[in-house]
């Protein structure tokens, strides 16, 4: 029987590879952005956080979810192939219907994915009302992560429609901040040793984790609607910020998690975890600079490293490792992917250089050429496993 993964992962990288190349293309093309139906930035800002990553999260819940609950895994069948597709086809519309400046395109586009994902979840939930189903935290956190992605992808697809840009970055940064972040810790402290304390999964950790991403994403809902917090708020939110990095920060270096992080799949998942803490650190930076009268300092830095750095470094070796173990691999993290690990991190660095250099333009189209080559390396080593028939399903973590 074939994996749930299969589908989705790789509707979710004909997606990535379409989104990095449209942005690659936009920042070196002599006369970018003409004739977009949105700015340029924020259809990159969509693209890439309720694009590809919400397909790559729903692919990983269908396939691994069953397995936390102790239930057979879900079969694949016609109508996960067609669901994974549809969405695909969606974020191909999207992306065409801005670039030609067709409005009703683009909306449609928008809409398919949050129909797909809204199904995911439907069916993750009903597998956690399951009478035989063990009780799985994790399990209802993933099903409801994939709902509030599948809502704030429909909200933006009624913004695109309606004109409103305003409500269509509110969508985008609460997909980023509440859906796709809240999801990856979630699953950071289920399958990897991270978030623990004396074995044990920490769940003062995890709640402050989560709080601390709502909070970012308040603070960016009150940039958006022009409503700045006043000194006292900016300076307890920075106070708050910085702690949480430091508490990540030491639980990432935490020592008897030493022979763990000498492991090839932790030590890449490290490194996630370790721009996840400095996002936090570069947030409350950004915060004091601007309480004290310096506001967009940074730039996207904070949000690229949580973006960039903390889930794209986690999302390459989790799913990556996945495809590996399903295709019957015994070494899942090999020198190609210590490679494209390796880009990864040299353009999550050039990204975040880009806002503190004066160079800002030729070090943007290197990022984005490097995603762009990242892309195209990823689906060349992994498409080719997910499309062949001959893929059995194995046990995944």
């Not at 930035?41 to 979810?65: N, R």
């Not at 019957?328 to 690990?341: E, K, T, Y």
């Amino acid at each position: 029987m074939a994996s749930a993964h299969r589908p989705f992962f790789s509707a979710a990288a004909a997606i990535w590879l379409g989104a990095a190349v449209f942005w690659a293309w936009q920042l070196l093309s002599a006369a970018p952005h003409a004739g977009l139906l949105l700015p340029a930035g924020l259809l990159h800002g969509w693209s890439m956080s309720l694009g590809f990553m919400p397909l790559f999260i729903a692919g990983f819940a269908l396939t691994t979810v069953p397995r936390w609950l102790g239930l057979p895994m879900l079969p694949v069948d016609a109508v996960f192939w067609l669901s994974a597709w549809l969405a695909a086809l969606g974020g191909a519309l999207l992306l065409g219907g801005a670039a030609m400046g067709w409005r009703g395109t683009a909306a449609l586009g928008a809409a398919m994915p949050a129909l797909v994902l809204c199904d995911v979840s439907r069916r993750l939930w009903a597998e956690c009302r399951r009478p035989d189903a063990r009780d799985s935290g994790h399990a209802r956190g993933l099903a409801v992560g994939l709902l509030v992605l599948a809502l704030c992808q429909a909200l933006a697809a009624l913004a695109l429609l309606g004109k409103q840009l305003l409500l269509l970055r509110l969508a985008i940064h609460a997909g980023l901040n509440l859906g796709v972040a809240g999801v990856f810790a979630l699953a950071l402290q289920r399958l990897t040793p991270f978030l623990h304390q004396d074995g044990r999964r920490q769940p003062l950790l995890l709640i402050a984790l989560l709080s601390g991403l709502a909070l970012r994403a308040a603070l960016d809902f009150a940039t958006l609607l022009a409503y700045p917090p006043p000194a006292l708020v900016a300076w307890t939110s920075a106070a708050a910020l910085l702690g949480l990095g430091i508490w990540l920060w030491r639980d990432a270096w935490a020592p008897e998690l030493a022979a763990a992080r000498r492991t090839p799949l932790v030590a890449q998942l490290h490194l996630g975890y370790l721009w996840l803490g400095l996002s936090f650190f570069l947030d409350a930076v950004a915060l004091a600079a601007a309480a004290s009268g310096h506001p967009g300092w940074l730039g996207l830095a904070p949000q690229h490293a949580m973006s960039l750095g903390f889930m794209g470094s986690t999302l390459l070796a989790m799913v990556s490792r996945v495809n590996a173990v399903q295709q019957g691999r015994s070494v899942a993290v090999d020198r190609p992917l210590w490679a494209m690990q390796a880009l990864l991190q040299a353009t999550t660095l050039i990204r975040l250089a880009a806002d503190l250099h004066t160079h800002r333009g030729l070090l943007l189209a290197l990022a984005g050429a490097g995603f762009a080559l990242l892309a195209l390396s990823w689906n060349c080593r992994y498409l080719p496993w997910l499309l062949s028939p001959n893929q059995t399903m194995r046990s995944n973590r």
